[in-house]
């Protein structure tokens, strides 16, 4: 395992629009691991039901790179299932980033990044990048408009994105509004989301260099249905 780290906040020139995903950022350094976990199990997503579905699509790739890693849960996955390519474990939260690097200390062929998705800046480009577990939610319309061109820059002549997201509303954690931003009020603190419609994901990817986009429904094991989009 090696570790990469990089800190900058210098993304996003015109401070009017809308910012969600640095103001979440204290509710990550509050919530302990365990309630990840939790949360996990609640959704379904803790036996890696999500990268069941795209496995066939990643299997036999050189490198795949994770946004928000998280505690591990769908790197855990990749490695009991034999991926033998590089992983590139990203993630900006100083508890899992050391949870991870203490984990997979003795895997050489995982890497784990310090570094905020917004100035993504990988070793070697990507033959596919995972924004798994509702991942694109944690940043405004705009702010995912400036993390797909950045995805973008960081894939390979043939790679692709993979997003997971909820299917149209929002179940279990959270309630969603009208205008599509999604509150979650807990004892660590105030998560803010927003769920983009399939019309605004397309107009982002083609702003973003984007070409194509195709969608897969699937359900967790509790029974709730979600979507990967495949962008090319």
Same mark, same amino acid.
């Given at each position: 395992m090696s570790i990469i780290r990089e800190t900058s906040n210098s993304y996003i020139e015109d401070q009017h629009l809308k910012?969600?995903?640095?103001?979440?950022? *204290?509710?990550?350094?509050?919530?302990?691991?365990?309630?990840?976990?939790?949360?996990?199990?609640?959704? +379904?997503?803790? *036996? +890696?039901? &999500?990268?069941?579905?795209?496995?066939?699509?990643?299997? @036999?790739? @050189?490198?795949?790179? *994770?946004? =928000?890693? =998280?505690? =591990? %849960?769908?790197?855990?996955?990749?490695? @009991? @299932? #034999?991926?033998? =390519? #590089?992983?590139?474990?990203?993630?900006?939260? %100083?508890?899992?980033? &050391?949870?991870? *690097?203490e984990k997979y200390t003795d895997d050489d062929n995982i890497e784990i990044i310090d570094q905020d998705l917004k100035q993504l800046n990988l070793p070697n480009k990507a033959d596919c990048i995972l924004w798994l577990w509702s991942g694109i939610l944690e940043l405004s319309l705009p702010e995912q408009r400036i993390v797909l061109k950045r995805l973008k820059d960081n894939l390979g002549e043939d790679g692709f994105l993979l997003i997971e997201t909820p299917y149209k509303n929002v179940r279990v954690i959270g309630s969603k509004g009208e205008d599509n931003y999604i509150k979650f009020e807990t004892e660590w603190g105030t998560i803010e989301a927003y769920l983009p419609t399939f019309e605004e994901l397309k107009e982002s990817i083609q702003l973003s260099g984007f070409s194509s986009i195709e969608s897969t429904f699937y359900q967790t094991k509790t029974g709730l249905t979600r979507i990967f989009y495949k962008i090319c």
């Open positions: 910012l969600i995903n640095d103001a979440n950022f *204290e509710f990550y350094n509050k919530i302990e691991i365990e309630k990840f976990k939790e949360f996990s199990a609640i959704i +379904g997503l803790d *036996e +890696g039901i &999500d990268i069941k579905v795209i496995y066939p699509e990643i299997k @036999n790739l @050189n490198t795949i790179a *994770e946004i =928000g890693s =998280g505690y =591990g %849960r769908a790197i855990e996955f990749i490695k @009991n @299932n #034999q991926f033998s =390519g #590089q992983v590139y474990a990203v993630e900006r939260v %100083r508890k899992l980033l &050391d949870y991870m *690097e």
